[in-house]
């Protein structure tokens, strides 16, 4: 059940007061000791960066949006923004889960009324041309010393979630200047260097056999840990201040997964199951899939279905709608982790992922051995959210107008870099030698 809570205005909110307009830095140390007295030092809100991205666009009703961890400040920042902003009459907070970058909802936030979404603690995974809302992006940097972190470790690759990010970057100039070359952060584009999601990781390069990842839990690690087996992971956590070594099952995983994909072979109805959390299903991987059962399987049947939150009692209750039950396929177009996590445990019907669909019908292999962690990456697989083309949005997409600038700026600067070349190559330069 959707859930949000408005944060009532208090009645010396700015747009009761009278007209007059306060010091600028007198309003700026008020501003900053307030954040001081309510959030904690070493988490970075951005607070008076909203501020004035709200002012600039003279917001009046604005959605805020936590994963659970940091949900607990919504109330605070609630009250920061409505005390020290211009315009600003309405905060709500949505209290629904939030996994990750892939559920920004700015549709529950035009549905509220709001008309500016700030989205905490997750990456611009969906670009903001790409909402329906005016939306700010806040990572939430929380502060870690990275000397302390350059201590740690050495001779590895170094991962993060978003929060760490700038950390992990420090504390890879440090291991080089301290040790030399060995420190590595790779880079799955769109995300950031070093960054992870729990669907989305960088293959390794090959040699690289050992990985600190800085987090907390361990969701984000495993992520990382499916995508390259042959590595020895060690995660360091910020808070506790401990280096500990993680493990991952993976012939457990694929044996589990196994299991479920041999039932795949008597199915005669493939349920698509696009989820509608945020921007986390995609339309056209949706129509990819419809294409690639009636490909492979024409006689089968193929029906899609929207779900928010999918869970085992959830399909449970989608199978007492058909037959024969026996040769049902659930196919989840959604965060692939929910099938490799759990789908084994719900016994009544296999529960796939996009990867593993597309593997056994074009095989006829009901069993793989590897499952890659590309579901956002911009060179993901047929079935990733991307996909190939990379139009996530299918038959309903649109070009916006941001869009086509970017793409007409990148046909110049590729003219312009194919220029450079020829004019290079017809004096005998090197392309960072050309004259003036």
């Not at 001081?36 to 002012?55: D, G, M, Q």
């Not at 041309?129 to 005016?134: E, P, S, T, Y």
């Not at 500990?244 to 072979?265: I, M, T």
């Not at 059962?293 to 279905?305: C, E, N, S």
């Amino acid at each position: 059940m959707a859930t949000a809570v408005e944060i009532a205005p208090k009645p010396n909110h700015p747009a009761m007061k009278s007209n007059t307009t306060p010091n600028k830095s007198d309003q700026t140390e008020r501003l900053r000791a307030a954040i001081a007295h309510s959030l904690p030092p070493a988490y970075n809100f951005e607070v008076e960066k909203t501020i004035t991205r709200l002012n600039q666009e003279r917001a009046r009703a604005v959605c805020l949006q936590f994963p659970e961890g940091l949900l607990v400040w919504g109330e605070a920042i609630a009250a920061l923004l409505e005390e020290f902003t211009e315009t600003v009459q309405r905060v709500v907070v949505l209290g629904d889960v939030t996994y990750g970058a892939c559920c920004v909802d700015d549709i529950k936030a035009v549905h509220l009324g709001c008309d500016f979404l700030v989205h905490y603690a997750h990456s611009c995974l969906v670009p903001i041309d790409a909402v329906n809302i005016k939306c700010l992006y806040v990572f939430v940097e929380i502060y870690l010393n990275p000397r302390r972190l350059a201590r740690t470790i050495k001779d590895i690759i170094l991962l993060a979630t978003i929060q760490f990010s700038k950390c992990v970057h420090q504390a890879c100039r440090e291991l080089v200047e301290e040790f030399g070359s060995g420190v590595f952060i790779p880079q799955c584009e769109p995300l950031t260097a070093g960054e992870t999601l729990g669907c989305t990781s960088p293959v390794f390069p090959a040699g690289c056999r050992t990985c600190v990842f800085v987090a907390d839990g361990r969701f984000h690690v495993e992520s990382a840990m499916i995508q390259n087996p042959e590595t020895r992971f060690y995660r360091y956590d910020p808070f506790t201040r401990r280096l500990v070594l993680e493990e991952y099952d993976h012939s457990l995983l694929f044996r589990l997964r196994n299991g479920v994909l041999r039932r795949v072979e008597r199915a005669h109805t493939f349920v698509l199951i696009l989820s509608s959390l945020g921007r986390q299903g995609s339309v056209g991987l949706v129509e990819h899939a419809r294409v690639q059962v009636r490909k492979y399987r024409p006689t089968a049947t193929v029906l899609t279905v929207m779900l928010a939150e999918l869970v085992p009692s959830t399909l449970g209750a989608l199978l007492q709608n058909f037959d024969d039950p026996g040769r049902v396929c659930f196919v989840n177009v959604g965060c692939p982790r929910l099938a490799l996590d759990w789908g084994h445990e719900f016994t009544q019907a296999p529960f796939i992922t996009t990867y593993e669909m597309q593997q056994v019908l074009a095989t006829s292999v009901y069993a793989i051995n590897t499952h890659p962690m590309d579901y956002f990456s911009a060179k993901g697989g047929d079935w990733s959210n991307y996909g190939r083309d990379g139009n996530r949005n299918g038959s309903i997409g649109h070009t916006s107008d941001k869009a086509a600038m970017r793409e007409r700026l990148r046909q110049k600067w590729l003219q312009r870099k194919q220029q450079i070349a020829q004019n290079c190559r017809s004096q005998n330069l090197q392309p960072g030698n050309q004259p003036g």
